[in-house]
């Protein structure tokens, strides 16, 4: 791999919208199911060269991570691909007494985090017992602890994607589908190309949240790397940030900002969860 490519490979992987996936990604890179195009610009899955061509480094421009804002109950459930078993689970918990907010502060942390439906209601109890959404969510991370992705060699990569119908993200799907449910990656997608179902049934047969059937993309360009990087703010950290604020679907700048005050991923995410749904 030359040394661009792998500036490129190590920045975009980084930057990867559920995180964690840097062994796997690079193999996927150095496999050409990444592509890129000449300009610096950062942007994850297999984008065409001439779509990353068009990546924008105006970094006056809006942000390219930005997602349109959730407006309703039903929005929100298309939005987080909440399958209908889970949806009836839901209205069960909420015709019990529990708060819509609640149940959607609850489930879209655990979306982010592949965590299972059984682990919605005890949040949500402890919620409504007093505890803060904030300790909640870091009690959460230091529990299950980080995403950790399985090393692929080459061989081995060059045989999950022999078939044509895999993508990239399929196969770091699986990884991460693997990750929590212990099955081996090789299962999941034999399983996925054998039943042809979508990642949303098989992630809810075995309980998990996050049914999407492609990963989120985040954009950052070496400019954007410069600007918000320090001696004391790594380029990790804003990769971080963007990721983040990927996943609250608001500004980067925002997102380093309160970090580089000193505010947890867990706190910024508790408190923008919060102003977003509380008044469901």
Do not use: C
């Not at 040394?3 to 690079?26: D, F, P, S, Y």
């Not at 980080?146 to 993200?169: G, Q, V």
């Not at 790594?234 to 608001?250: H, I, M, P």
């Amino acid at each position: 791999m030359n040394n661009r490519l792998k500036r490129v490979t190590q920045i975009m992987l980084v930057a990867l919208a559920l995180g964690g996936v840097m062994q796997l990604g690079t193999a996927l890179a150095s496999a050409g199911m990444f592509k890129f195009g000449e300009e610096p610009a950062v942007a994850l899955a297999a984008t065409s060269a001439a779509e990353t061509s068009q990546l924008s480094d105006n970094l006056s421009a809006p942000a390219s991570n930005e997602s349109p804002a959730i407006t309703s109950y039903a929005q929100w459930l298309d939005a987080f691909h909440v399958h209908e078993t889970l949806q009836q689970e839901l209205s069960e918990w909420m015709a019990d007494g529990h708060k819509r907010s609640d149940m959607m502060i609850g489930f879209t942390f655990l979306y982010h985090q592949y965590g299972m439906m059984s682990e919605l209601l005890p949040m949500v109890e402890a919620r409504e017992a007093g505890a803060s959404w904030a300790e909640l969510f870091s009690d959460y991370v230091d529990e299950h602890g980080a995403f950790e992705p399985r090393a692929f060699d080459m061989n081995e990569l060059e045989s999950l994607t022999s078939s044509s119908s895999l993508s990239a993200d399929d196969i770091m799907i699986a990884d991460r589908i693997s990750f929590v449910s212990g099955e081996s990656v090789k299962e999941l997608l034999a399983l996925k190309l054998e039943t042809n179902k979508a990642w949303q049934d098989i992630a809810t047969e075995r309980s998990i949240v996050n049914g999407s059937s492609e990963l989120p993309r985040v954009q950052i360009t070496e400019k954007q790397f410069a600007l918000y990087s320090d001696e004391s703010f790594s380029e990790d950290r804003v990769a971080q940030g963007f990721v983040l604020a990927n996943k609250l679907g608001t500004a980067p700048e925002a997102v380093i900002a309160s970090m580089k005050e000193g505010h947890s991923e867990t706190e910024i995410l508790a408190e923008a969860l919060e102003a977003q749904y509380e008044s469901y």
